[in-house]
């Protein structure tokens, strides 16, 4: 039985905790300063506590580090300390280049690591659709892992960098465009013209774009970073940055919305014309 | 009977000169230094050739600017510098800013002004769906000059300025929306994962985007100066125009398929990663 440590069991991270006990893991996370929710989370997921950090890279022969893209080089900078030297499946939404980086990282203090995009929501159903997009030399091993469980693999590449490449690319449209719908709408809104964009878009078009934009907000904050590093994988291939970098000033604008309620869109775009 | 003069009769202007006609108008346009094919369309659209600008200008009650967006200020000035004193529809997409610019030389010559927006193409039949919208005091003019006519119009409100933010607004995601999924493209082609993220996309959502970015090419030469026009309204309202200045760089890389036909998605994606 393969012993896995998790890092973090934040809602993506307990489901891909969850799936990776379905394909017969051990799965441990460490509670050493976490909070109730996330013990909770950890605990439905079917996790074991390690309790602390070191008992857990201590324990893993696998580690998972699902987390924001702002926290990536210090989780893996802490396993390394910790001499962590199994196999380290990076599965964040940070630009190819960077990959590279802690790839390089972890290598040189005698680890392995595979590189590793998840598209779609939390894996807790096959039905779900959600995608582990895996590349480099021991991509298989990972594959291996979640065979049986809810989550879906598909292997990129043999090459460090190709996943995270394409977990960039694809939510640089699904993000990128609400984030262009939310600042058009805010642009209507201050010049005055939103019922007649409306009248124009159509209906339907109108409906579904405000439910998107308003549905969208409460987790906003946690896009900035990630459409950071999609404008950075643009111009790290010479393409221009332009794009997230404004998606990522549109997000921080609705970073208020954290965790609440759906709201409105008036509110939203009172927020982003910083009237409220 | 009202005279109009056109400026100019490109596709989308002769298409609104000879709704003019339609709405009871008699429709003028100058051939002086203008191409035979200039020639052909104004011809067939019904106008009437006043020779050169200074006649049209001395025989005109009305003025419709319909011309690329870097034109816009030479021939508002044009025009003044004629001494006309009539109703001048600034019908092009540019920023409400510089809309209101427009206004005020027209203003300060002694003539009046009426802010116009068009979105759809060409407007042959009323099943185009082509709108012509219009702001400001005068707009009702307008208005009652294509009465009748395949072109529907909308007054927007009694500012100028409102007419052009709705025409930026609305292209901002038609265009904003081609130019970024043909960045995303170039990106994944890059990185060499364009075809996991195709399969990720979906068939038909694939096959689309292909097909929309493919015949874009032929026109994305002129869309540049509209794409740096709508970064200038985001910034006016206090927004990010880091969209619409990506926007402008994709549509710059592809302007070698100026008038071209259609290419394969290959080849743009070449061009926009400089590999042809």
Redesign the interface.
Known sequence: MTTVGLINPGQMGASVGAAATHGGASVLWASEGRSDATRERAEKAGLSDAGSMDQLVEKSEIILSVCPPSEVAAVARGVVDLGFKGLYLEGNAIA?ARTREINQMLTDAGAEMVDGGI?GGPAWHKESGT?L?VSGPSAHTIVNLFEGSPLHL?V??G?I??AS??K???A??TK??T???S??L???E????RE??Q???GEKFSADTARRVSANTAKAWRFVGEMEEIAA??EG???????H???A??FSRQAGFKDQPTPDLESVLGA???RD
Chains 1, 2 share one sequence.
């Not at 201050?190 to 013209?193: D, F, P, Y």
């Open positions: 190819p598209i995608v997009h598909n990129v590449s090459d960098g190709a490449a394409l960039m690319a694809f640089a449209y990128g465009s984030a262009l719908l600042a058009i805010a642009l209507a201050s010049e005055g013209v007649h964009l009248v124009q878009w994988t643009f291939a010479d393409l221009p940055g332009g794009f970098q404004a998606a000033d549109v982003m014309l910083k």
